[in-house]
C-alpha cells in the first residue's frame, strides 16, 4: 500500500511519532488581540496545556521511556519557562511552532520573516540551540516559509501533506524532508471547541476523538509506514483523554514492532539510508506555482 516503505531501526514495522503542539494562550490573544487579556475563559483553557497537561504527558513519556517532539511557539516558551526546562530535562525535542502562533499566510514575508527569526532568537536562549524542526501555525507554510527553514539551516518540516511518509521537499534554495501531518490523527476536529476563534465543533467522548488517530496509526502500521498524532496538550492532555491514550501506548509498546522516537531522530534516520545510498527518498520540487493558477 506504500509503493516506497522505510526501513525503520531494529525491524520496527512502524515509525511513530506523538507531536505536541503547546499552543497555551498563544491562540486567543492572536485571534482577539484587543480585549484578549480580559478573555479569563480561553485564558485559562489554553494555561491549562502547560501547567497541567505536560507535567502528566511527561510523566507518562517517563514511566514507558518515550522521547517525543513538542513545538511550542516561542510566545509560549517565554511565559512558560518551566514548561520549557521540564521537557528539555527529560530529553524531549523542542520544535518552532512561530512566535505567536501568527499564520505564515496571512502576513506578508517581511513580517513573517521578522516573527520567524524573533522565535528563533527565543529557541537558542532558552534551549541552548537552533531548532531542527518547525511545524506552520495552521499548516499555513508558504513558500518563502520553506526558504527561511533551509537559510536558518532546519533538517525538516511537519506542516504539508503530499505523502504517507517522510520524503524530500526540492526547492531553488535547497532541500528539506517534510514529515507529513494529516488531519485524520489531529486532536483539534474532534475535541476544539473555541468559539472565540471560531471553531465549534461537537465535542466527542475520549474514546470516539482519538479513534480516528488510533485507525491511522493500525492503517500505517499495516503498510509498515510513518504514523503521527498531532495532539494539543490543553486538548488530548486533559484527564480521561489522556487516560485513553496512556491504555493504547501501553497495548501498542508491549504488543507491536514500533519506533516511536522524535522527528528530528526520524528524519536523521531517513537523511542517512539516503547518505548510505540505502534508501531513495521521493522528491516533491517546489514552487508548486509561481503565479496565481487562476486568472
Wanted: glycine share 6%; proline share 8%; hydrophobic share 40%.
Amino acid at each position: 500500500m506504500i509503493a516506497n516503505p522505510i526501513p525503520w531501526p531494529n525491524g520496527a514495522r512502524c515509525a511513530c511519532a506523538i507531536t505536541l503542539d503547546v499552543d497555551a494562550d498563544s491562540l486567543i490573544h492572536v485571534a482577539r488581540p484587543q480585549d484578549s487579556y480580559n478573555r479569563l475563559y480561553p485564558i485559562t483553557m489554553g494555561r491549562y496545556g502547560p501547567t497541567v497537561a505536560v507535567p502528566r504527558i511527561l510523566e507518562t513519556y517517563r514511566r514507558l521511556g518515550l522521547k517525543q517532539s513538542f513545538f511550542m511557539p516561542a510566545w509560549t516558551m517565554e511565559n512558560y519557562p518551566a514548561a520549557v526546562e521540564a521537557i528539555l530535562k527529560d530529553g524531549h525535542e523542542i520544535g518552532h511552532h512561530g512566535y505567536i502562533h501568527e499564520d505564515p499566510a496571512e502576513i506578508g514575508p517581511d513580517l513573517q520573516r521578522e516573527r520567524f527569526e524573533r522565535a528563533l532568537r527565543t529557541h537558542v536562549a532558552m534551549t541552548g540551540r537552533k531548532p531542527r524542526g518547525y511545524r506552520a501555525p495552521l499548516y499555513n507554510a508558504t513558500q518563502a516559509t520553506l526558504e527561511l527553514l533551509i537559510e536558518h539551516g532546519f533538517s525538516y518540516d511537519s506542516s504539508l501533506m503530499a505523502d504517507d511518509i517522510p520524503y524530500l521537499m526540492q526547492t531553488q534554495k535547497g532541500k528539506l524532508y517534510e514529515m507529513p501531518p494529516h488531519w485524520g490523527a489531529d486532536d483539534w476536529p474532534p475535541f476544539a471547541h473555541y468559539a472565540e476563534i471560531g471553531y465549534m465543533m461537537p465535542v466527542q467522548s475520549p474514546s470516539a476523538g482519538l479513534a480516528a488517530s488510533f485507525e491511522e496509526f493500525e492503517a500505517q502500521y499495516e503498510a509498515g509506514g510513518f504514523w503521527m498524532g498531532i495532539w494539543h496538550p490543553f486538548l488530548t492532555g486533559r484527564l480521561a483523554r489522556w487516560r485513553v491514550v496512556e491504555r493504547w501506548l501501553e497495548d501498542v509498546l508491549a504488543n507491536r514492532k514500533v519506533w516511536f522516537a522524535t522527528l528530528e531522530q526520524i528524519a536523521a534516520h531517513v537523511d542517512a539510508l539516503v547518505n548510505a545510498g540505502t534508501y531513495q527518498v521521493r522528491v516533491e520540487r517546489l514552487p508548486y506555482f509561481t503565479q496565481p493558477v487562476v486568472p
